[in-house]
Every structure is written in structure tokens, then in C-alpha cells.
């Protein structure tokens, strides 16, 4: 018969230290090695992934994909707990170490919510560098709403500025060429719609179930996301600017011509590319298409226009 609260201890110190040895656990718990063994086995068998790690540096640790219910407290009441129990000296034993131990796991788990998905090898985050919680908030709505099959309310921004509100069937989230959309059923346009989560202004819940219609949304990653025409540009750039091109046109659209380097690439055409050229300044020259260097060189009148330059 297994004692449950020290299996339970076991296994929040797994979780807070990852990867531990049977010898430290047998000594934090006072049991011997072989017992630890036991409870590592007791705990396998409910179904947590606990793996053992041989070798010089080996020991038990359990998958950071494995996790505990953690909505019981906020982050807030968990270090305000943790302080307290700090603080009584008078109860500085082996049960307050243990309620610390559990709290201090809880608290870690939800700081990692900040991550869209974490696995052993794998973290995608939604929010930007500048703004790392950005999208967050949406991203919780959503798959709340996705997992629980339920519509939302939102008011959309198209590239036009104009400003529509939709009910929407969410199905997935989805990112691409590092930007996050969601696809569903648009009750507005009766049909499956790709929407940018940068343009959702709003994002309410409703109790207003759906059931899931056939789609295919593979094929709508495939096509063209909002219908922009596309240009095939080539760019003649320096090397100061190589490893900003390389990374938004890919290395293999990259080669050397004389003492310059080229890049060409199939790219949606309109503002976002033209503030893309622009921000490169004086390094990159286009080549092709003529009128993208007149869009370019209209571009350039405004802005000196509005700096007070004639």
C-alpha cells in the first residue's frame, strides 16, 4: 500500500526540478532507494510520463507536457501564500516545505500559459518581441471557443478600413509566414473565411453552439489569403542588408551577381510590401517591376513632402 501524500510529494518535486536522481529523492523523503523505485512505479502507473534517465547524469523526470489543473489560484494569491508560509518560523517543517513545493509548481505552470504551445523541443509564442503578451488574451477566447464549439462575436477590420461585425464559428488557429489568423464559418458571408488576428478590433464569447461543417482548410492555406495581387520582385542589395533579406525572402532566393548580391521572390504586391522596400532605405535597389520603382519614388515625394522638403 503506497502512501499517497508522499507519492503525491514525489511527483511535485519531479515536476518543480525536473530531472532528479533516486538518491535525492531518497534522501529528501528519508526512504531508501529501492522504495523510491516503488512510488516512481506507483506514479507511471496512473498514467503520468515519468521516464528514467540513465547514464552519469541520469534520474527520473516527467514530460513538461504533463501538467495540473491550475485555476484554483492567481499568480498574485500564489506568491502571497508562499511569502507567508516563508515567514512562520514557528511551522519551518517538512509539511510547510511541501505546500511550498506545490505552490511554487503551480505558479511556474502559469507563467508557461504565456506560451501558445510548449513541448520537450517545441515553443510557439504569439506575442511579438516588443509586446510578448500580445494576441494572448484572443488566443485564449478562441480556443476556449474552439474547443467548446461555441460562436463569437467579432468586429473585423479589413485592409479598407472598413469595419464589419460578424458571428464566426471558430475552427482553427492558424499561423503563417509568422502571422496568426483564425478559420471558420462567417455567418455574415455564409462561407469559411481566413481572418487575421491583428484586424479582430473585438472578440466576445456567445452561448450560441455550432456544429462543425465539412471544410478544407489546407486548401485555403494553399491560395491566396485576402486576395492581393502578386508581383515577382528582384532586388539588388548590399551585404549589410544580406541576413535581413535572407531571413524575409528565404536563403535560397538569394545569390551573388558581380559584387552584389540578388534576390528574387513571388510576393503580394500594395502597402506592406512597399513599406517593406522602404524599410531597407538606400541598401537595395529594385530591379523588376519598373512600376514598383514608381510606387517607390511616390512613395518617397510624400514622405519628404511631409518632412517640409520640397
Known sequence: ?????????????????????????????EICERTVIRYINAIAATGVPVYSVKG???????????????????EQEIARIITCLKSMD?????????????????????NDEQYL?????LIIDAGPWNNPTLYRAKMEILQKAIDSKKSLNLMYVDRYESRTHRLFDPYYR????????????????????????????SLLPTDQSFERKPCDVYEKLNGNFDDFETVDLEIEFSSTVLGDIEEWLGYDA????????????????????????????????????????????????????????E
Open 90 to 110: 514557528r511551522y519551518d517543517d517538512k509539511l510547510n516545505e511541501g505546500i511550498a513545493d506545490k505552490l511554487k509548481y503551480m505558479a511556474k505552470r502559469k
Open 1 to 29: 500500500m503506497h502512501n499517497s501524500s508522499l507519492m503525491f510529494s514525489i511527483l511535485i518535486t519531479l515536476l518543480n526540478n525536473g530531472k532528479t536522481t533516486k538518491k535525492a529523492l531518497a534522501e529528501k523523503f
Open 254 to 309: 538569394v545569390f551573388e551577381r558581380g559584387y552584389k548580391y540578388v534576390a528574387k521572390a513571388k510576393l503580394y504586391s500594395g502597402r506592406v510590401l512597399i513599406n517593406k522596400l522602404l524599410s531597407f532605405g538606400s541598401s537595395i535597389k529594385v530591379l523588376s517591376p519598373s512600376y514598383l520603382r514608381e510606387e517607390l519614388l511616390v512613395e518617397c515625394k510624400r514622405i519628404l513632402r511631409n518632412a517640409g522638403v
Open 174 to 201: 492558424v499561423l503563417k509566414e509568422g502571422v496568426w489568423y483564425t478559420y471558420g464559418w462567417c455567418h455574415y458571408r455564409k462561407d469559411f473565411r481566413l481572418f487575421k488576428l491583428a484586424r479582430i478590433k
Open 117 to 121: 504551445l510548449e513541448t520537450d523541443t
Open 56 to 74: 552519469k547524469n541520469g534520474g527520473y523526470e516527467i514530460s513538461s507536457e504533463f501538467q495540473f489543473d491550475k485555476s484554483f489560484f492567481s
